[in-house]
Structures are given as C-alpha cells and as structure tokens.
C-alpha cells in the first residue's frame, strides 16, 4: 500500500516522518541557546558578553545585572567582571539603632526639598522609600549626608593614577587627606561637634612627586539643608606660601587637573538641594564591587611600579584603567538616581547606582552639555573596622573614565575609618599649612 501523494511504501514513510520530526527537533535545539547558571568565578569578557548574557548568576539573568553604560564598557574598554557571590554587609549597630529611630522622625519638606529632625543614621531607611515617591530621588540622596565611613576618614596613602587607553600608566599623584564629620557622629562622643553649622572638614595635601609636593586644600560644608551658602575651600600655595580663598563654585571644579570633579567624590558628594532636581528611576540588581581585597596600595612597592604600588587596577592591558581581572563582582540590590545638576555645572546630568540597604554608591556616568556619555565611575568598595570598633563601608579605589578621550585618573587609597587619637582641630586650615610646609604631622 502507499500513501497518497507519494511513492514511499507506508511503513518506510512512517520511519521517515518519525525521523524528520526528530531532525527537525534537533535543528531548532542547536538553534537555540539554553540559559544556564554561571558559576563564581566565571569571567565575563567582550568575546562572550553575548553569548551569556541570558545565562543567570544568583537566579538572575547577566543582562539584568548588566546596566547599558557597563555593557559599553566591557564591549568597547574591554573590561572584564568576574563573578562572586553577594555576601551580606552588616553597618554598625549604632548606625541601624539611629537608622530605625530616623522613621517618623526626619521630615522632607516638598517646597524646598530640605530636611530636617536628623541626628544620626541613615535619614531614609528602605522601608520608608517609595517608587512612587515624587521625592524619592532627593530622599536617597540626603541619605548620603550620614556617611557609611565612620566619625573620621582616613584617606591613608591615596594616590591618583593617570592612565591613558592607548599608552597606558603616564603618572602618579599622591596626597595625605582626611576627613572629619562635624555631625552624625557615632563613636562615643557627641554626635554634634561645635555650634550644628558646619557639616564637615577636609584636607588633602599632596606629597609626591616632588614638583607638587606641598599644594593642598581645606574645605568646610555647612550644614545648610538648602545648601545656600557655599563651601569654604582654601588653598595652599607653596610658590608664595600662602592660603589663598577659592571660589564658591569650587565643588564642582575639578581635582587638580584629574578627570574627577570635586562634586564625583564617591561619585556624588553634593547636597542633592545643589542639583536642580534628583528622581529615582528605578530599584534593580547590577553586579558591583562591594568586597575588594583588603589592601589597595602596597605601600612596600615604590612609585617607579606603579601595576605593584596600586594592585587592584588592571594597568597590564589596554585600556590600563579597570578594576583588576581578579576582583570579585557581586549582585547588589540599588537604587538607580538620575540628577540634573545646575546650569553652570559640566555635566548635564549624573546618574549613580547606590546600594539599597545603606547609603554607598557603586556605579555612575555622566553626559556632558550635549547630552552625550562622558564620564564613567566604577568604584571598589569593601567593609572596614574603625580603630575603635565602628563598622564602617568604604570607597578604597575610585574609577573615574572620561569614555570620550580614553583617559583616566583612578584613586586608590588604604581607606580607615575612626582612626585613633584624631581630633577636630588635626582637621582644620593651620593644620593644611603644617602638612603642605612639613612642620606638622
């Protein structure tokens, strides 16, 4: 007998639609990519991005941890992230206790966008934040206002190094600075220092090379919720020995002559009341650095071997400014903020991946006035101990790219939070013109 339609004897052509059917199973499996959990340790590259984008880490997809900026930048800077699993950050108690107490007690005022009744803590804690908060973009700002560091920042051995896409390492800049938190204090004194109108205090002081050795700066933040009154910045200048006052526009200038503004200082160091307007865009997962090795500069290294000296960047291989090939990258819980600074600012806006649970950014960009990608910021982060107990989070190494002229100037730093013995007045501008002229600490 045969089918109609053909000259294949029944049996054969059951044996035959059997087979094609199997063939054709088989055709659209080897067309097909299976999504497959990634293992720790697995090194996402520009060659493989695509292919595994839709493979999942920690039960989430790679490309939903992957925001656009980033995947620019693995596939035109070649950087690599290699996959750890998320650890869980426990902040001091103290800080959760003041965090806690916060809810009901700080108050965001919608006509001005200020705040107030905080001491100490994280002002909004995550309950308290809401999508569709008009607000919530503010609020997650002032949070960082009550800094994860710590009473006092050590900024111990910070250097910026100068890189370049093409040429690699051109050179090193390296400061001694501190910071120290005039409110929101945790470590067993008073919360508040002095009269509630100063916010904080810094110093950096250059010390190498040695054509720049001495050049330093002071600043005070006061502590105005409507960020009115402007920074006092200082600076030293060893040609004529002298202070000299800055500008009140200084927080939005760059780092002596870095591709870092001031204002990209943990990536945003401005009062969001400095910034036209901030909105939450949206609360995802991105893989981050939020445990990078304990030392950021070895200090045993000389300045001469700069890939020695500053470890925990990749400055063996083109483009010479990424994180290094073994830093772990982890899924973190953010908040995704977009911020439109003022008119007079460079940037046309900035958008920063803060961690969720407490107030510490990850990643960032920023367009320039025209509205075009200009800088990228991937920062290293890690738990600290103060020398007094405090658990604090940090910033030790910063990432500053300027995407569009392959350059970069990536700090790194030993950061320590609450070290012993320091005072407010080791902060201050007599103690700016001791260090620059090497007659004090």
């Known amino acids: 007998m045969y089918t109609l339609n053909t000259l294949i004897p029944a049996g054969r052509a059951r ?93 965001f005022n919608p006509a001005d966008r200020t705040v107030s009744g905080w001491q100490a803590g994280m002002m909004f804690p995550p309950e308290t934040i809401k999508m569709d ?43 001694q600075s501190r910071r120290y938190y005039m409110e929101g204090r945790l470590d067993g004194g008073p919360i508040t220092v002095g009269d509630g109108t100063i916010a904080q205090k810094t110093y950096f002081v250059a010390h190498y090379p040695q054509d720049i050795r001495g050049l330093g700066t002071f600043s005070v933040r006061y502590n105005q919720a409507d960020s009115k009154k ?18 009140g526009g200084a927080w939005m200038d760059p780092i002596g002559g870095t591709d870092q503004l001031y204002d990209d200082w943990d990536i945003w160091d401005a009062a969001p009341t400095k910034y036209k307007s901030n909105k939450l865009i949206e609360k ?8 990078s090795p304990e030392m950021s500069v070895d200090t045993s290294q000389p300045y001469t071997e700069p890939q020695k000296r500053f470890p925990r960047i990749n400055m063996s291989e083109a483009p ?47 367009l320039d006035r025209k509205g ?49 013995g320091v005072k407010e007045t080791d902060v201050s501008l007599n103690v700016l013109e001791e260090v620059a002229t090497g007659t004090g600490k």
């Open 320 to 366: 010479y400014f990424n994180p290094a090939k073994d830093i772990g990258w982890e899924p973190r819980e953010v908040y995704v903020v977009e911020g439109v600074p003022p008119d007079e600012h460079p940037y046309s806006k900035k958008v920063v991946y803060m961690e969720v649970d407490f107030p510490r950014p990850y990643l960032g960009y920023a």
């Open 133 to 175: 908060d008009p607000h919530a973009g503010d609020k997650v700002i002032w949070n960082l206002r009550a800094a994860t560091y710590g009473a006092t920042m050590d900024l111990r051995d910070i250097a910026w190094a100068f890189l370049d896409a093409k040429k690699g390492y051109e050179r090193v800049q390296a400061f």
């Open 230 to 247: 402007p920074d006092d910045s200082y600076a030293y200048l060893k040609s004529v020995r002298r202070v000299r006052r800055l500008s």
């Open 372 to 420: 075009e990608f200009w800088k990228m910021f991937i920062f290293q982060n890690r738990p600290d101990v103060g020398d007094d107990g405090y658990k604090a989070v940090m910033p030790v190494i910063g990432h500053i790219i300027d995407v569009k002229r392959g350059h970069a100037t990536n700090w790194s730093s030993n950061m320590k939070s609450n070290p012993k």
């Open 15 to 107: 044996r035959t639609g059997v087979a094609g059917a199997l063939a054709l199973v088989l055709g659209l499996a080897a067309g097909q990519t299976f999504a497959k959990e990634l293992e720790a340790g697995f090194v996402i590259t520009k060659e493989n991005y695509d292919s595994v984008k839709e493979d999942t880490f920690e039960k989430k997809t790679i490309a939903s941890m992957v925001p656009e900026k980033l995947e620019w930048m693995i596939k035109n800077y070649n950087l690599t992230i290699k996959l750890a699993h998320s650890k869980k950050i426990e902040m001091d108690p103290k800080y959760v206790e003041w965090s806690k107490k916060n809810v009901g007690t700080v108050k």
């Open 284 to 291: 995802r997962w991105v893989l981050a650095i939020a445990h």
